[in-house]
């Protein structure tokens, strides 16, 4: 079986998921189960046995669960470019500072031409 539930959790789950398993369908899915459920176990854990009964039996709320994992996703990378871009701004922002610093001093130093 392949379980990708948190490791802390997964002996429970496992425990409590065979005993909701009543035929082969069911434990079919159950092997199946990948990163969406996980994610949603652990992002409302206090529905656990709801959620996985729903994930088993409801394709509807299946499809749920792994939308909404894939805009978590998606998320999760847009964010990791937006602090690179932020990165790459903040440099620019620095030596933009720097330049206007440097050209303060340049102007402030310098003789007034007649």
């Known amino acids: ?6 490791a802390t959790s997964n002996a429970k789950f496992n425990a409590h998921t065979r005993s ?4 082969a369908a069911d434990l079919k899915a159950s092997q199946t189960m990948n990163d969406d459920i996980s994610f949603i176990l652990s992002r409302f854990p206090t529905y656990r046995s709801k959620i996985v009964d729903q994930y088993l039996h409801n394709e ?10 894939s805009s ?11 602090f690179s871009q932020y990165q790459g701004e903040l440099e620019y922002r620095k030596l933009y500072l720097e330049l ?6 340049f102007l ?3 003789p007034r031409s007649a």
């Open 1 to 6: 079986m392949t379980w990708r539930v948190r």
């Open 20 to 23: 909701k398993l009543s035929n």
């Open 60 to 69: 509807e709320f299946k499809t749920l669960c792994e939308d909404l994992y």
């Open 72 to 82: 978590a996703k998606i998320l999760e990378e847009q964010q990791k470019v937006l």
């Open 100 to 105: 206007e610093r440097e050209l303060v001093r």
């Open 108 to 110: 402030s130093s310098a």
